[in-house]
């Protein structure tokens, strides 16, 4: 942890950092390979039964479970392979049961990485997490990238318009079916009449599917189910008269219905390829580690090659390893089209950002709480020097033999709060840049990682017993308890739902007042 801290000062201003599902296992949210994770619990994990859908009984929050949150009732999601096709095995699981999030809080964990942002010390906080438990520890927006979504935002197919809500709005999505049965509150503004035209179809889809199912034991779901397909047969509709109309008239297709979707990646999913590019904030990510000007070079070079009318000076010459990096990602290429429908990085030098934090590369990569089997194939947040893998489980296995047979005592075999120095036979094979020109690694998990090799600090230890250590004795930074009403967006941010939307989900808002200190009840 010491070493850890003199990392931390050194490297301020340069440092990301990397979460996984091992920072939120204090909110009794469940990780995903460690002990007692989802898939130790689900090794064969079966696809969900549709006709069981409709026996759940929803969920009820009272005060006692505000007060000792029985988180088991969750219906979530777990990473994806972002570069595998979809596997159609009857044993691929299309959900894996998560703790209901929004009896969550976040952790000292999530409020420690927050102070080291809001100090300076931290530029950008990556995160494969869906329990938006980030955003509501008051991070701010600008400095977080969310790889695989966030189950308290909504997005409209038609606008764009985010939305923000206090409920679990994916509790019923799934891979390839992301409509939640409900319509963009900004488009009702804007477009009210279009919007009671769809809300009218989608109360008489709904009526006639119920009238199908008068045996269910659970009405709330089944009108929640009801309106989610309904919600699909309607857009699939309107985007095939929309496909018809182009080709009749020959003019670009009309907006898509004013629906909203989930903005989860769900497993065995990609990443959106358009629209939803800035909410994952990848663009962002990237510009974090590799500094901003190589991911500005790289997409103006790759659009030079599809565009001759994209002006640049660039040749292949003088690109580094860092930009063919980028450049050969199979994300960067899919990603292009999205890069140049909406930019969200200036493609110009006339248009450059005024602020500098981002202009350099990241010298310091801090890994919390993750195992990196997800993160390792997203390479092109890995700098230069760090992209390779090396599994350190066979040495270990060795290593722990031979204590045992030289009878050495348990004392001498724990080692899971120390620090793990890189070995030297995969020293030669990672280092191929200078020491003092490769970016540092840091990484605190309770398990061991495929790039522990590649580290110059190891620590199987929990993250908030770390960090601990770290903020009150290395940096001397006070770490402030999770406030509601002052940290979370949600509080103040959400958009509540219509009363004639409220059939639409069986999740509880996230009790606020459970959460608040005492000093603002009294």
Same mark, same amino acid.
């Given at each position: $942890?010491?070493?850890?801290?003199?990392?931390?000062?050194?490297?301020?201003?340069?440092?990301?950092?990397?979460?996984?599902?091992?920072?939120?296992?204090?909110?009794?949210? +469940?990780?995903?390979?460690?002990?007692?994770?989802?898939?130790?619990?689900?090794?064969?994990?079966?696809?969900?039964?549709?006709?069981?859908?409709? &026996?759940?009984?929803?969920?009820?929050?009272?005060?006692?479970?505000?007060?000792?949150?029985?988180?088991?009732?969750?219906?979530?999601?777990?990473?994806?392979?972002?570069?595998?096709?979809?596997?159609?095995?009857?044993?691929?699981?299309?959900?894996?049961?998560?703790?209901?999030?929004?009896?969550?809080? +976040?952790?000292?964990?999530?409020?420690?990485?927050?102070?080291?942002?809001?100090?300076?010390?931290?530029?950008?906080?990556?995160?494969?997490?869906?329990?938006?438990?980030?955003?509501?520890?008051?991070?701010?927006?600008?400095?977080?990238?969310?790889?695989?979504?966030?189950?308290?935002?909504? &997005?409209?197919?038609?606008?764009?318009?985010?939305?923000?809500?206090?409920?679990?709005?994916?509790?019923?999505?799934?891979?390839?079916?992301?409509?939640?049965?409900?319509?963009?509150?900004?488009?009702?503004?804007?477009?009210?009449?279009?919007?009671?035209?769809?809300?009218?179809?989608?109360?008489? *889809?709904?009526?006639?599917?119920?009238?199908?199912?008068?045996?269910?034991?659970?009405?709330?779901?089944?009108?929640?189910?009801?309106?989610?397909?309904?919600?699909?047969?309607?857009?699939?509709?309107?985007?095939?008269?929309?496909?018809?109309?182009?080709?009749?008239?020959?003019?670009?297709?009309?907006?898509?219905?004013?629906?909203?979707?989930?903005?989860?990646?769900?497993?065995?999913?990609?990443?959106?390829?358009?629209?939803?590019?800035?909410?994952?904030?990848?663009?962002?990510?990237?510009?974090?580690?590799?500094?901003?000007?190589?991911?500005?070079?790289?997409?103006?070079?790759?659009?030079?090659?599809?565009?001759?009318?994209?002006?640049?000076?660039?040749?292949?010459?003088?690109?580094?390893?860092?930009?063919?990096?980028?450049?050969?990602?199979?994300?960067?290429?899919?990603?292009?089209?999205?890069?140049?429908?909406?930019?969200?990085? +200036?493609?110009?030098?006339?248009?450059?950002?005024?602020? $500098?934090?981002?202009?350099?590369?990241?010298?310091?990569?801090?890994?919390?709480?993750?195992?990196?089997?997800?993160?390792?194939?997203?390479?092109?947040?890995?700098?230069?020097?760090?992209?390779?893998?090396?599994?350190?489980?066979?040495?270990?296995?060795?290593?722990?033999?031979?204590?045992?047979?030289?009878?050495?005592?348990? $004392?001498? &075999?724990?080692?899971?709060?120390?620090?793990?120095?890189?070995?030297?036979?995969?020293?030669?094979?990672?280092?191929?840049?200078?020491?003092?020109?490769?970016?540092?690694?840091?990484?605190?998990?309770?398990?061991?990682?495929?790039?522990?090799?590649? *580290?110059?600090?190891?620590?199987?230890?929990?993250?908030?017993?770390?960090?601990?250590?770290?903020?009150?004795?290395?940096?001397?930074?006070?770490?402030?308890?999770?406030?509601?009403?002052?940290?979370?967006?949600?509080?103040?941010?959400?958009?509540?739902?219509?009363?004639?939307?409220?059939?639409?989900?069986?999740?509880?808002?996230?009790?606020?007042?459970?959460?608040?200190?005492?000093?603002?009840?009294?």
């Amino acid at each position: $942890a010491v070493k850890l801290g003199d990392l931390i000062q050194t490297h301020k201003g340069r440092i990301v950092v990397y979460t996984g599902a091992g920072i939120s296992t204090s909110a009794n949210i +469940p990780d995903y390979r460690g002990t007692n994770g989802l898939w130790v619990r689900n090794k064969k994990p079966r696809l969900s039964d549709g006709a069981n859908v409709f &026996q759940s009984s929803p969920l009820q929050c009272d005060k006692s479970a505000c007060e000792r949150p029985s988180l088991s009732r969750q219906e979530s999601v777990i990473p994806p392979r972002p570069f595998s096709a979809p596997c159609n095995s009857k044993k691929t699981p299309m959900k894996l049961r998560l703790p209901e999030a929004t009896l969550a809080k +976040p952790t000292f964990t999530h409020m420690a990485i927050k102070t080291l942002v809001t100090h300076g010390y931290v530029r950008h906080v990556i995160s494969q997490n869906v329990d938006g438990l980030h955003m509501r520890s008051g991070l701010p927006r600008e400095k977080l990238s969310e790889l695989h979504g966030n189950l308290f935002l909504e &997005q409209c197919v038609s606008c764009g318009c985010i939305v923000k809500r206090r409920f679990d709005v994916a509790e019923n999505t799934g891979r390839g079916h992301h409509l939640t049965g409900r319509i963009c509150p900004d488009c009702r503004l804007h477009k009210p009449a279009e919007c009671y035209i769809v809300n009218l179809n989608l109360c008489s *889809a709904v009526e006639k599917l119920i009238n199908g199912k008068s045996h269910l034991k659970s009405p709330k779901k089944a009108f929640m189910l009801a309106q989610k397909s309904a919600a699909l047969k309607l857009l699939r509709s309107l985007r095939k008269s929309d496909s018809d109309s182009t080709q009749t008239v020959g003019c670009g297709p009309p907006d898509s219905a004013p629906l909203l979707r989930d903005v989860v990646v769900h497993f065995y999913e990609r990443q959106p390829e358009m629209g939803l590019a800035e909410i994952y904030r990848v663009a962002a990510a990237i510009q974090a580690v590799h500094g901003r000007k190589p991911l500005q070079d790289s997409i103006r070079f790759c659009l030079a090659q599809e565009s001759p009318e994209v002006d640049t000076d660039l040749t292949s010459d003088e690109f580094n390893a860092r930009n063919l990096a980028l450049i050969h990602s199979p994300w960067f290429k899919r990603m292009l089209p999205a890069f140049r429908k909406n930019p969200v990085i +200036p493609l110009s030098n006339a248009s450059e950002i005024s602020s $500098a934090e981002c202009e350099s590369s990241a010298t310091l990569i801090i890994v919390l709480g993750s195992s990196l089997q997800v993160l390792r194939n997203y390479s092109f947040l890995w700098p230069h020097g760090l992209g390779k893998c090396f599994s350190e489980s066979k040495p270990r296995r060795s290593l722990t033999k031979k204590n045992k047979q030289t009878n050495e005592g348990p $004392a001498d &075999q724990q080692n899971s709060c120390q620090c793990i120095p890189p070995t030297s036979p995969h020293t030669s094979l990672s280092c191929s840049l200078p020491k003092t020109d490769r970016c540092s690694l840091a990484i605190v998990n309770l398990q061991p990682t495929c790039k522990d090799s590649l *580290a110059d600090v190891v620590i199987h230890a929990p993250c908030d017993a770390i960090l601990q250590i770290v903020m009150s004795e290395c940096l001397g930074l006070s770490v402030p308890d999770y406030d509601p009403l002052r940290d979370d967006p949600l509080y103040s941010e959400a958009v509540l739902l219509t009363p004639d939307e409220e059939h639409t989900r069986t999740r509880p808002d996230i009790p606020f007042e459970c959460f608040t200190p005492m000093n603002h009840t009294s």
